[in-house]
């Protein structure tokens, strides 16, 4: 049974900074694609970033520059830093392992990040 676990969001002003985790259980985590999603009320779920094992990342244009993705192959973990955090990032972070060859997908419970001064 896979378990996601997630941590580390909140409320934070514009400019601030915040580091998401996600800590995952219950299968060999090498044959899955880590990654972030968010949900913005009234949106469509969205992608934020994603990372392979071998650490290829793919990032959404609108967190460029200002999101980094992490994962440790050791821990099952993946850390999604953020900074200089907008308003528009406001939504629920979603932690996501996606299977290489089957593309089967977990979700975890989601994260509520706010920015707001």
């Known amino acids: 049974q896979v378990q996601l676990v997630e941590s580390g969001g909140g409320l934070v002003q514009p400019g601030a900074s915040l580091r998401l985790s996600c800590s995952a259980s219950?299968?060999?985590?090498?044959?899955?694609?880590m990654g972030w999603y968010r949900q913005a009320p009234g949106k469509q779920r969205e992608l934020v970033a994603t990372?392979?094992?071998?650490?290829?990342?793919n990032y959404a244009d609108s967190v460029k520059g200002r999101f980094t993705i992490s994962r440790d192959n050791a821990k099952n973990t993946v850390d999604l830093q953020m900074n200089s955090l907008k308003p528009e990032d406001t939504a629920v972070y979603y932690c996501?392992?996606?299977?290489?060859?089957?593309?089967?997908?977990?979700w975890g419970q989601g994260t509520q990040v706010t920015i707001s001064s």
């Open positions: 990372i392979r094992s071998g650490g290829s990342t």
């Open positions: 219950g299968s060999n985590f090498r044959l899955y694609t």
């Open positions: 996501n392992l996606d299977h290489l060859f089957t593309h089967f997908t977990y």
